[in-house]
Nanobody, 123 residues
Framework: VQLQASGGGLVQAGGPLRLSCAAS????????MGWFRQAPGKEREFVAA????????LYADSVKGRFTISRDNAKNTVYLQMNSLKPEDTAVYYC?????????????????WGQGTQVTVSS
């Protein structure tokens, strides 16, 4: 599986941004999908995850109520709608696949990763 993340950019605090992650191959619907982010000098952290069918989601406390993860299995794409962005959301955002039975917040459970897309939120 190859993942291509896009949609990052520079946005003012309080603004929205939508990230997309397009996957190659016919097995997209067999994976849970996750979004992680990594800010300079910090470890990669979990942001959100969504189950294979999209019926279950999981969010980090820091983004709950502001970010929404969704997927379109017909388009092999997972999205991250980010609203009310804050300067502390500035990071490189990565999408990843997870074959586990349950949603995971642990980066080690994900084994295919996209290249990342930069999100910068100005104050």
């Amino acid at each position: 599986v190859q993942l291509q993340a896009s949609g990052g950019g520079l946005v003012q605090a309080g603004g929205p941004l939508r990230l997309s992650c397009a996957a190659s191959g016919r097995t997209f619907s067999t994976y849970n999908m996750g979004w992680f982010r990594q800010a300079p000098g910090k470890e990669r952290e979990f942001v959100a995850a969504i189950s294979r069918s999209g019926d279950r989601t999981l969010y980090a406390d820091s983004v709950k109520g502001r970010f929404t993860i969704s997927r379109d299995n017909a388009k092999n794409t997972v999205y991250l709608q980010m609203n009310s962005l804050k300067p502390e959301d500035t990071a490189v955002y990565y999408c990843a696949t997870d074959g586990s039975l349950s949603l995971s917040v642990v980066a080690g459970a994900y084994y295919f990763w996209g290249q990342g897309t930069q999100v910068t939120v100005s104050s």
